[in-house]
């Protein structure tokens, strides 16, 4: 995979979030405002929490523009087909090859030109930066949370952890939320070790929950469709941070929080589908599912079935 060339890359490559005025990032628009100003179209589909952090799925056409300083890092997966473009950043020129499996990073509060001469298909993580110092902060690592600007920059695993996201939220709020911030806190912690200017190893943690704080979060996680199963909630139950719950839960289990979750509702529409008369319609809303659509997209990624077909064959 050829690597981007760069013209004063001394300059380029110094470029981090500390480098922005306070004051421009103070009176810069959300992430999600300004991807909507200068790629003139909307997402596929979009996540966003309350802070602005979120997940959005991007098809548009080539551009020719300033994309002007957010509030929020802005990371990038590529998914299109092969291309060259050119990002201005000063007087900094970076020339590079589009292609999957390469990173693009617009720090916090910075701006650049881009020319891209063909149409563009794109995941994006809205990363805040309280988020990436509390990931810092929690990991216990002395490393800087600034961020390197980085234009087709190749790394395959945080490119395929990002697109991955796109395809696995389901119309379902709880599910969708604990997935979207699991994520999050994982790409953190992955472009503190890789996208900072220096280099950084997480330590992994050691040892699951105790018996009684993995019950209680059991028991969170399987409460009605209203209950608060974020990730906030749930290591805040353990005593734990996000980062430390979240390791010690799949220590425990074998599984992610989202991905133990995702299973224990597959068992329950199972359940339903085959012990009660009840439509699918209703399923999918005692399960939290926005439409019987969303239940069903789901139900057949994980099963190969639809669920009418499911409880055709299973009775």
């Not at 628009?29 to 952090?53: C, F, I, N």
């Not at 309280?130 to 945080?158: C, F, Q, W």
């Not at 509702?265 to 439509?279: G, I, P, V, W």
Request: net charge neutral; aromatic share 4%.
């Amino acid at each position: 995979m050829s690597k981007p060339i760069l013209r004063n890359s001394s300059q380029v490559n110094s470029h981090t979030a500390s480098d922005a005025d306070p004051s421009s990032i103070a009176e810069s628009r959300t992430a999600d405002a300004e991807m909507a100003r200068v790629l003139h179209t909307k997402p596929l589909r979009m996540a966003l929490d309350p802070s602005g952090a979120g997940i959005a799925h991007w098809k548009h056409e080539p551009l020719h523009d300033v994309v002007e300083p957010m509030t929020h890092h802005v990371i990038m997966a590529y998914n299109g087909s092969v291309q060259r473009m050119e990002r201005r950043s000063g007087r900094s020129v970076a020339i590079g090859t589009f292609r999957p499996g390469v990173l693009i990073i617009i720090p916090e509060g910075s701006s650049s030109r881009w020319d891209i001469p063909k149409p563009v298909d794109v995941v994006q993580l809205y990363l805040p930066d309280t988020t990436l110092k509390r990931v810092a902060d929690e990991a216990g690592t002395p490393t800087s949370t600034n961020l390197l600007e980085r234009t087709a920059h190749p790394d395959p695993i945080t490119s395929r952890l990002l697109l991955s996201a796109s395809d696995v939220l389901e119309g379902n709020e709880a599910l969708d939320a604990l997935f979207r911030q699991q994520l999050t806190d994982l790409l953190a912690t992955r472009l503190l070790a890789a996208h900072t200017g220096s280099a950084t190893t997480i330590q992994p943690v050691m040892g699951g929950l105790s018996p009684k704080v993995l019950c209680r979060a059991i028991e969170r996680l399987r409460s009605d469709a209203d209950a608060d199963v974020s990730l906030a909630a749930l290591a805040s139950d353990a005593g734990l941070s996000r980062f430390h719950f979240c390791r010690a839960f799949k220590e425990s289990t074998g599984l992610s929080p989202h991905a133990w979750l995702r299973q224990y509702q597959l068992e329950q529409a199972m359940n339903m589908l085959r012990d009660t008369d009840d439509s699918i319609v209703s399923i999918a809303a005692a399960l939290g599912y926005s439409s019987q659509t969303a239940f069903a997209a789901a139900f057949r990624k994980l099963t190969g079935e639809t669920p009418s077909d499911w409880r055709r064959h299973i009775r």
